[in-house]
């Protein structure tokens, strides 16, 4: 039996600088001027039924056949303010830098248009850089944009230091695990519907990880300094 895991090098210098950048980021008060948000992406398969499934009766559940139709992928968007208890969730036929760039752009002009800067946490991925609002937009609108971001990325094989992974996998286990859905239509439909209902349910996330704990618990990471 195993358990597949995201295990950083120990005496990581690199890792230990991003993970305590993060960490005192979530450790301070909300301000609502400059909003902490996470971001990340799920890839999704899209499935059909092959057979008609059947209806559920008066003790039976739902019976679906085994069998399905493969129907394509695409990504789920998820961008989560923690303390603001407010996410958005949208789903695209793919994760390009453009797309990256114009849920940006989305998540500046309609969700945070009158604040002073976005404290942005996500993943280091290779479309998830300044350089693609540049090569999405004219450079005035990109650098229109870019000055609202502040962005704070997770280290290497540090993912879980990133809150939007819990709302993914809220979302996945609420609203898409058992289910098959077979088109982008039919999923960008369900999660926002999903995002919708948390929003006014007001959920939020309760860090509790500190540097002052990472540097007890997870001190194996921290380079050893030669007196």
Known sequence: MKRCWTIPANQNGDFVAAMEDVLELYAQPYDSLRPVLCMDEKPL???SHK?????MERGKPLRED???IRKGTCSIFMFNE??????????KEHRTREDWARQIKRLVDEDYPDV???RLVMDNLNTHKIGSLYNTFPPEEAFRIASKLEIHYTPKHGS????AECELAALTSQCIETR???DLETVCREVSAWGRARNSNQKGIDWHFKTSEARTK???LYPVIKE
Do not use: F, T
């Not at 923690?82 to 789903?91: I, M, S, T, W």
């Not at 879980?160 to 809150?163: C, E, F, I, R, Y």
């Open 180 to 182: 098959r859905l077979p």
């Open 51 to 55: 057979r008609k499934s059947i209806p």
């Open 160 to 163: 879980w230091l990133n809150m």
């Open 218 to 220: 997870l001190k194996r």
């Open 116 to 118: 002073e800067v976005i």
């Open 45 to 47: 398969q899209l499935l």
């Open 82 to 91: 923690p303390l603001g208890k407010y996410r958005y969730v949208d789903a």
């Open 66 to 68: 085994s069998e399905y």
